[in-house]
């Protein structure tokens, strides 16, 4: 049995149908209307977003550098490893940062 036609989807979507009735494709969509866009304006944010993004990027480096010169000061109460390198100062605060990291994100 030939497939029942699907009803018209909303807006500017339709799908693709061969003479006979059976589906030949993908929905496609209709580009005159999609709310006032015409394509022109397909930077709009990239400023935005590459500004969010050194902002971030910043910020958790500013946080890591906050965490290493203030490791003495919130580090004292967790006990020396018997590795030699994990009682470094960055090592310690690079655990910090990706607790929090983890906790934000």
Do not use: C
Not at 29 to 45: F, I, M, P
Not at 55 to 72: Q, S
Not at 81 to 87: H, I, T
Request: glycine content about 10%.
């Amino acid at each position: 049995p030939a497939p029942m036609p699907l009803a018209p989807l909303s807006g500017s979507l339709s799908p693709r149908w061969a003479d006979d009735g059976t589906l030949v494709g993908a929905v496609s969509v209709d580009a005159s209307n999609l709310g006032g866009h015409d394509g022109a304006g397909e930077a709009d944010g990239i400023v935005e977003m590459v500004v969010s993004f050194f902002v971030a990027i910043v910020f958790w480096i500013g946080l890591f550098y906050f965490f290493v010169f203030t490791e003495h000061r919130w580090a004292g109460s967790v006990p020396r490893s018997e590795k030699q390198q994990e009682n470094d100062k960055y090592w310690a605060a690079r655990n910090l940062l990706g607790i929090v990291h983890a906790s934000v994100v």
